[in-house]
């Protein structure tokens, strides 16, 4: 079989954070009751005229400046003709011609090499209904999303994305400045983010281009990737076999991993654009880009350069604490409270994650707030309570949401202070293993002096500072080696 390269380009789709949907005052909410957040207007209703949504316009504004793209002055809405069961009016009023963010850029991080993904348009439109299929012949459309504000982010062409790594380093990367701007949860379960790769192969070395397949909807960064690596496959046998690929849109089976053909893809001609009627065009003047752009917050990547020289973490640590505006915030937060940004961010990226990851919660969602987490580690650096219970106390912070102090008296977990009640179970541990002892003494293994530490944790049950323990046995070891 030859050798051939991917060509990948993006199609991402970003539902916006805004109050109400893009063209009428229906609430813009997730889920709900099916059919209840409907009106005239995003029901496409003859006589109903739509009023433009001025907070969806500058989320879209604030995403062309973030992703370093040109602000048209003048920008206007098209009418995008179709059929299709849950597009209630017949067309979907989006941007054609004259959208609002052209010719941007992200930098991307793939095997330890930088790569600048080239950005040809961000453009405003209104989202589609969404259709469920049941067993048998039945479909049914819930049309609480049509009018949604939906923001489209699509790469220059010819793309720059040439594997399905940097396919979804892209899209890591677009969620993370999508959220930290504030624009979009980036709930990809929840079709939030949506993104559809159009993927072609050609043989290595060869400049031309083969025939696109665009993958629908697809909702998780390993659908992404898998999706893209499967069809240059299948697209590679269907060239070998002397057949043609068909420029068509395909569906992703998460359950087979594999694509399947929906229906053929059109082409722009066949969507018959024209500019939408009851809109006026927009006109965005330099001193409204301006008050954007001075209400923008912190980037990602300059949280992240700041995180490795204001906290001394490394590369890693700051590049897994600045995925999202949430999560950084929340290790911000708890690094200046506790003065230790090394032992927040190990605790956040280790046992926190964790907790959060087997409950499906995201870190804004954590009933362990970044203050508690600062004061279990503060509990910990002062020795009031040792390591050991901190694991198992930042799991009942993390169920009952209670103070780490409260949870501390409530269970007795205070470290032992007492150095009489350490030497009596040590006198145990020492009495309890000869053997040990002996070959530490007689043999020099010092190693296994952290075996008659963990006898002594576990016996007070994590309660005792690991610091006493070691310079209680350097003492006993110590008097049995020289009894005089």
């Excluded at 043989?203 to 893209?228: H, W, Y």
């Excluded at 309570?385 to 269970?411: D, F, H, N, R, W």
């Excluded at 576990?458 to 080696?481: C, F, H, S, V, W």
């Amino acid at each position: 079989m030859a050798e051939y390269e991917p060509v990948v380009g993006m199609e991402c789709h970003a539902e916006l954070l805004t109050a109400s949907k893009m063209f009428c005052g229906c609430k813009n909410e997730f889920g709900g009751e099916p059919n209840t957040r409907c009106c005239p207007v995003c029901l496409g209703m003859p006589g109903s005229l739509p009023v433009m949504n001025k907070t969806a316009v500058e989320h879209v504004m604030r995403t062309a400046l973030a992703l370093n793209c040109r602000i048209n002055s003048d920008a206007k809405f098209d009418r995008k003709n179709y059929f299709y069961p849950d597009l209630p009016k017949g067309y979907q009023i989006s941007e054609y011609d004259f959208p609002i963010g052209v010719n941007g850029w992200l930098d991307i991080e793939v095997n330890g090499s930088t790569k600048r993904i080239h950005i040809r348009r961000v453009h405003l439109e209104e989202d589609t209904g969404k259709l469920f299929h049941v067993l048998g012949d039945e479909s049914y459309v819930d049309l609480n999303r049509s009018g949604v504000p939906l923001m489209e982010i699509v790469t220059e062409f010819p793309p720059d994305i040439h594997s399905s790594e940097e396919a979804k380093a892209y899209l890591v990367k677009l969620r993370s400045i999508l959220t930290f701007i504030g624009v979009c949860d980036g709930k990809m379960e929840e079709g939030s983010l949506r993104c559809e790769p159009n993927v072609s192969i050609r043989p290595i070395g060869s400049d031309t281009f083969g025939t696109k397949t665009e993958i629908k909807n697809l909702n998780s960064f390993r659908a992404v990737q898998r999706g893209i690596d499967y069809e240059c496959v299948r697209q590679a046998t269907v060239l070998e076999r002397g057949e043609r690929i068909a420029q068509e849109t395909r569906g992703w089976n998460d359950a087979k991993q594999q694509t399947f053909s929906q229906r053929s893809k059109e082409v722009e001609q066949e969507y018959r654009y024209f500019p939408e009627p009851d809109l006026v065009p927009l006109e965005i003047s330099d001193e409204w880009i301006e008050r954007i752009r001075a209400a923008m917050p912190e980037l990602p990547d300059a949280r992240r350069a700041r995180f490795e020289t204001e906290y001394s973490l490394p590369v890693y640590d700051a590049a897994q604490l600045t995925e999202s505006r949430a999560l950084s915030d929340y290790f911000e937060t708890a690094a200046k409270l506790c003065g230790d940004p090394k032992a927040a961010a190990n605790w956040i990226m280790g046992d926190l994650a964790r907790l959060l990851n087997a409950g499906g919660e995201e870190i804004a969602e954590c009933s362990v707030s970044p203050e508690h987490l600062a004061e279990m580690i503060q509990l910990m650096t002062d020795g009031t309570i040792s390591g050991k219970i901190a694991k198992v106390l930042i799991e009942e912070m993390y169920v009952t949401g209670a103070p780490p102090a409260q949870i501390v008296e409530a269970k007795g977990w205070r470290t032992i202070r007492d150095d009489g009640a350490l030497a009596t179970i040590l006198e145990k541990v020492f009495a309890d293993n000869p053997v040990i002892v002996a070959d530490i003494l007689e043999r020099g293994l010092v190693k296994k002096r952290g075996f008659l530490v963990g006898q002594v944790m576990q016996a007070t049950q994590g309660k005792a500072d690991p610091k006493d323990i070691n310079r209680l046995i350097d003492e006993k070891l110590t008097n049995q080696a020289d009894p005089h």
